[in-house]
Nanobody, 124 residues
Framework: QVQLVESGGGLVQAGGSLSLSCAAS????????IGWFRQAPGKEREFVAS?????????DYADPVKGRFTIFGDNPKNTVYLERANLKPDDTGVYYC????????????????WGQGTQVTVSS
């Protein structure tokens, strides 16, 4: 079973950029579909982006983040990154990375391993 640890959260102003990291251990992240999700206060956890194929053979993005977020992996570091630009207050929430054995899915219930999450706050 893979273990995941997120880092890189913090406070950023609207329009700014912030990169998140998801470090995997126990297994190579390239063995899984790795997804990023976020959860705002009072809202359900929602899909943000995913990557599969180790080096980014296939990536998927939620519509609200297309063109602003980029997901990619670093195989030697066994880490998946989520680079985020032009951040908006609606991007505020706890960001989680998760691992799935599905080929492609946006549903949280299809992801078996989760990190502890990292808080991101975007101020207006």
């Amino acid at each position: 079973q893979v273990q995941l640890v997120e880092s890189g959260g913090g406070l950023v102003q609207a329009g700014g950029s912030l990169s998140l990291s998801c470090a995997a251990s126990g297994r190579m992240f390239s063995d899984y579909l790795i997804g990023w999700f976020r959860q705002a206060p009072g809202k359900e956890r929602e899909f943000v982006a995913s990557i599969t194929g180790g080096g980014g053979l296939f990536t998927d993005y939620a519509d609200p983040v297309k063109g602003r977020f980029t997901i990619f992996g670093d195989n030697p570091k066994n880490t998946v990154y989520l680079e985020r630009a032009n951040l908006k207050p609606d991007d505020t929430g706890v960001y989680y990375c998760a691992a799935s054995t599905y080929t492609r899915t946006i549903y949280p219930e299809h992801y078996a391993a989760w990190g502890q999450g990292t808080q991101v706050t975007v101020s207006s």
